[in-house]
């Protein structure tokens, strides 16, 4: 979790902070919040709030934890790193009702969480939480879906348009189309109402 920790300068806040995370100064974000400058060094007072992924994971963890105690679910839960990407995988004795229909519910727990953690650290953070691999499914047959109307479109010439989807598999098809020739994708509308556009491009 994000804190703040004192010392004489700010060397010594990130150092001493480093050393007790068993990480390197570079992997902190830290912000001074205070400064006093002494008197030939004598008096002098720095404070930083400082935080590096390590406590990033520690929150989603502890979020999800408070969170599914407070709905009386046993949920066992696993938090990966990949560079500053997190995955939280969630396993449950009815993994069902975490998922809902046609993994709404999933999609709305990814919305609270991803705004929790990124208005506690001020920054964005990528963070993807997944139920025995429904997302990561689902995105396989997204892109299969998208690629199959890309291709048409190609040989048509004629763009299409998709049902409404989620932000984040709405950024899987732009990625996964973005090199296939005459095709070009934009997205449109608000909220669950936004689409992605198939375009052909000459």
Known sequence: MKRRVEG???EDVLNSYAQEKGIEVADITYQVVE????????????????????????FLENY?????????????????????SFKVMLNAENNAILIGKNGQTLQALNTVVRSAV????????????????????RYA???MMAKRIAKTVQRT????????????ERKVVHQYLTDME?????????????????????
């Open 141 to 143: 047959k997204v892109k």
């Open 157 to 168: 010439k004629v763009s299409a348009v998709l049902d409404p989807m989620p932000n984040d």
């Open 118 to 137: 990124s208005s506690t650290f001020k920054k964005r953070v990528h963070v993807l939480i997944d139920i025995n691999n429904y997302k990561q499914d």
């Open 35 to 58: 400064e006093k400058k002494g008197i030939l060094g004598i008096g002098s007072k720095v404070v930083a709030e400082v935080y590096c992924n390590q406590d990033i994971a520690e």
């Open 8 to 10: 004489k300068t700010l």
């Open 182 to 202: 005459h095709i070009r994708t934009e997205s449109e509308g608000e909220g669950k109402d936004r689409r992605l556009h198939i375009i052909y491009v000459d």
């Open 64 to 84: 999800l934890r408070t969170y599914f105690e407070g709905l009386h679910l046993d949920v066992e839960i696993e938090v990966e790193q990949n560079n500053d």
